[in-house]
T-cell receptor, first 113, second 113 residues
Framework: DAMVIQNPRYQVTQFGKPVTLSCSQT?????MYWYQQKSSQAPKLLFH???????NEADTPDNFQSRRPNTSFCFLDIRSPGLGDAAMYLC????????????FGAGTRLSVL | QQQVKQSPQSLIVQKGGISIINCAYE??????FPWYQQFPGKGPALLIA?????SEKKEGRFTISFNKSAKQFSLHIMDSQPGDSATYFC????????????FGQGTILTVHP
């Protein structure tokens, strides 16, 4: 059974049109992460929540926002997608302990036309 | 500044051969060293991990070798199978990166039948 679920799997949006990606988890983990992964590259951390505490990476563009209304759900909002934002967006969760084992969803492939 | 350097970028191995992927890190505060495996269209999944107090960890055909003094660790895949064909990422966590993973650049492994 999928433990980290991302919807939709594929998302097409237009240049400049806001888009929201969603992630849910059944693991009851404290921490939820959003990564951007471009072709043949490593996942790049955008931000993460430790419970309700939001932690933004210094180089994450302001165009990217996130919401975590409760433990199970986390959303990635891209306010004005550009062509360079086309990528795979991965959600992950962890318990927040020292091992920091992260469980990833299958990702949402975003295309920007 | 790259905190983790991974090599090679790509690797082709015959079925039954040994695959070796190497990673080097700089920050001695890192205290957990996982390897993630990613198949096309999927999120990364934890494969095997090691703490710096041991020099080797083996799980089935997968072994991590860890050299604390050299600040290097490597993944060995014995008896490589076509089903092992995937992208492998080393990662580090701990110290000031507590709660976050820093990934290596990734290695695309192809195992020919």
């Amino acid at each position: 059974d999928a433990m980290v679920i991302q919807n939709p799997r594929y998302q097409v949006t237009q240049f400049g049109k806001p888009v929201t990606l969603s992630c849910s988890q059944t693991l009851n983990h404290n921490v939820m992460y959003w990564y951007q992964q471009k072709s043949s590259q490593a996942p790049k951390l955008l931000f993460h929540y430790y419970d309700k505490d939001f932690n933004n990476e210094a180089d994450t563009p302001d165009n990217f926002q996130s919401r975590r209304p409760n433990t199970s759900f986390c959303f990635l909002d891209i306010r004005s997608p550009g062509l360079g934002d086309a990528a795979m967006y991965l959600c992950a969760t962890s318990r927040g302990d020292s091992k920091n084992i992260q469980y990833f969803g299958a990702g949402t492939r975003l295309s920007v036309l | 500044q790259q905190q983790v350097k991974q090599s090679p970028q790509s690797l082709i191995v015959q079925k039954g051969g040994i695959s070796i992927i190497n990673c080097a890190y700089e920050n001695t505060a890192f205290d957990y060293f996982p390897w993630y495996q990613q198949f096309p269209g999927k999120g990364p999944a934890l494969l095997i991990a090691i703490r710096p107090d041991v020099s080797e960890k083996k799980e089935g055909r997968f072994t991590i070798s860890f050299n604390k003094s050299a600040k290097q660790f490597s993944l060995h895949i014995m008896d490589s199978q076509p089903g092992d064909s995937a992208t492998y990422f080393c990662a580090v966590t701990g110290g000031t990166s507590y709660g976050k993973l820093t990934f290596g650049q990734g290695t695309i492994l192809t195992v020919h039948p």
